[in-house]
């Protein structure tokens, strides 16, 4: 893995668009090991204009003590701070172990909250930092991918990715320590009909996204990834279809509360 160390200017970013309800998203690296296929960064500027292959290569930013806490006093003094880690990278990707970006960004907001922060993650790692989080009380959600509860179609979508069982034993760490929770089906993928029942009680909501909803493009990003072709590939073709979305939602809603499964955008609302 290229791995390389920047200063960046400035740690927030404005959001808009899906992230609609953030007032800034934060991104603790540049790039992202995981290299999940139908990631949707792959087709965007921070990975198309970056020299080597989406996966082989991560920025780690510095300067977490020096500047971002600065930053984020002066964004608190101008209003409200909704803040949405990460939109464009995996705050939890392998190299966090060893560089600790995310931590220090969180010991610092620890001590100066922002109003709301969401936390984007596929990762067991996040349950190092549940002494971090649980000071955060409110103020945060965690939310942990889980497209599947099919090791096989991980590892044919997302080998690099961490294993389902790992993942579904950080979320549950994660709502016994008190922290709010989620987790995110996005996007889809084929599944078992067990799916849902096997989370009951081990997250406080749902929120399920598909390739079309979820990739900023109205799908443009991820039939430009052939992911379509690729469900074919694996005789999955009708995972791609509407119908796949009102399969899984409707399975969901037999286990939680309705009014606790959120589709697409709404689920990563403050």
Same mark, same amino acid.
């Given at each position: 893995m290229d791995r390389s160390y920047r200063t960046p200017k400035a740690w927030l970013t404005k959001t808009s668009g899906f992230l609609q309800g953030y007032d800034y998203s934060l991104n603790p690296y540049v790039g992202c090991t995981f290299a999940c296929s139908y990631c949707y960064v792959r087709k965007m500027p921070v990975a198309l204009f970056h020299k080597g292959e989406w996966g082989d290569w991560v920025d780690i930013k510095q300067g977490v003590k020096e500047t971002f806490s600065n930053e984020l006093v002066r964004a608190k003094k101008r209003g409200r701070v909704h803040l949405f880690m990460s939109s464009s990278t995996d705050p939890y990707q392998p190299v966090e172990v060893e560089e600790k970006v995310t931590r220090s960004l969180l010991e610092v907001m620890a001590d100066n909250p922002p109003d709301f922060l969401f936390v984007q993650t596929r990762s067991p790692l996040v349950t190092r930092d549940v002494d971090i989080l649980q000071q955060l009380g409110k103020r945060v959600r965690v939310s942990l991918t889980i497209e599947t509860d099919l090791e096989s179609v991980r590892k044919a979508f997302a080998p690099k990715a961490p294993p389902i069982q790992g993942r579904k034993r950080?979320?549950?760490? /994660?709502?016994?320590?008190?922290?709010?929770?989620? /987790?995110t089906v996005a996007p889809i993928l084929p599944s078992s009909d067990r799916f849902a029942e096997s989370y009951v009680s081990i997250a406080d909501q749902v929120c399920i996204d598909t390739f079309e909803l979820g990739d900023g493009a109205n799908g443009k990003r991820s039939r430009a990834l052939r992911m379509p072709e690729r469900l074919t590939e694996l005789g999955y073709e009708t995972w791609y279809e509407e119908a796949a979305l009102e399969k899984v939602h409707r399975q969901f809603c037999a286990h939680f509360d309705e009014s606790r499964v959120k589709l697409s955008q709404e689920g990563f609302l403050p």
């Open positions: 950080a979320l549950h760490a /994660l709502y016994q320590a008190g922290i709010p929770t989620q /987790l």
